[in-house]
């Protein structure tokens, strides 16, 4: 069964500085991995995905993942955090065969000033 | 624009009652996907389609029920046999039925017990 961890729930960081949320992924067949990003009292919003092309995604706000098979993670960055970042991301995996998606438990980022 | 409606925005359910959540999408897409959100817990699968007058179950889907009549349409009903509905609900829709697309997101819906 495919499964991913999302650790620390809460991550705090200064504005400027650099945003890291870890994300590692169980499987024994290529995955395909995103990150979302909710913010308060709505729904869901595509940040990036990797689907097997290049290890090294860039997605959207300035946000990149890499994948990293030998270590089972796709973790998220951004090199300077803004307080608009502050929001839940969410890391997400699905399979060649599978019909769903598989979400972490997600981690509340806080910007702070 | 394209995209997913969610209505209404908040619910409240009374005990015994049966609810219906709706979910409208204009993008064309032939998955469509219901979530339970609830704290700490990330996003539950509760039901999903992937074709007209098809869908499956999810992870949770007891005490919930389905239709899928029209492409654009996937309404959930919480019927009363859900003896914890207070959560958020989230709908999807994704373009096909591969596990590399991505799902598109309405704004859900906040379900209480009166």
């Given at each position: 069964a495919q499964s991913v961890t999302q650790l620390g729930s809460h991550v705090s960081v200064s504005e400027g500085?650099?945003?890291?949320?870890?994300?590692?992924?169980?499987?024994?067949?290529?995955?395909y991995l995103f990150w979302y990003v909710q913010y308060p009292n709505q729904g869901l919003q595509l940040l990036l995905k990797y689907t097997s092309a290049a290890t090294l995604v860039k997605g959207i706000?300035?946000?990149?993942?890499?994948?990293?098979?030998?270590?089972?993670?796709?973790?998220?960055t951004k090199p300077s955090a803004h307080m608009s970042d502050a929001a839940e991301?969410?890391?997400?995996?699905?399979?060649?065969?599978?019909?769903?998606?598989?979400?972490?438990?997600?981690?509340?980022?806080?910007?702070?000033? | 624009d394209g995209g997913i409606?969610?209505?209404?925005?908040?619910?409240?359910?009374?005990?015994?009652?049966?609810?219906?959540?709706?979910?409208?999408?204009?993008?064309?897409?032939?998955?469509?996907?219901?979530?339970r959100q609830d704290p700490g817990q990330g996003l539950r699968l509760i039901y999903y389609s992937q074709i007209v007058n098809d869908f499956q179950k999810g992870d949770i889907a007891e005490g919930y029920s389905v239709?899928?009549?029209?492409?654009?349409?996937?309404?959930?009903?919480?019927?009363?046999?859900?003896?914890?509905?207070?959560?958020?609900y989230l709908c999807a829709s994704s373009r096909g039925q591969g596990a590399n697309q991505p799902q598109h997101f309405g704004d859900g819906t906040r379900l209480s017990i009166l």
């Open positions: 500085a650099l945003v890291l949320l870890r994300c590692n992924y169980s499987s024994s067949v290529p995955p706000n300035g946000f990149e993942a890499e994948f990293k098979k030998s270590e089972t993670s796709f973790h998220l991301y969410f890391c997400a995996v699905s399979y060649g065969s599978a019909r769903q998606l598989t979400f972490g438990s997600g981690t509340q980022l806080t910007v702070l000033p | 409606t969610q209505s209404p925005k908040y619910l409240f359910r009374k005990e015994g009652q049966n609810v219906t959540l709706s979910c409208e999408q204009n993008l064309n897409h032939d998955a469509m996907y219901w979530y239709s899928r009549e029209k492409k654009e349409s996937f309404p959930l009903t919480v019927t009363s046999a859900q003896k914890n509905p207070t959560a958020f």
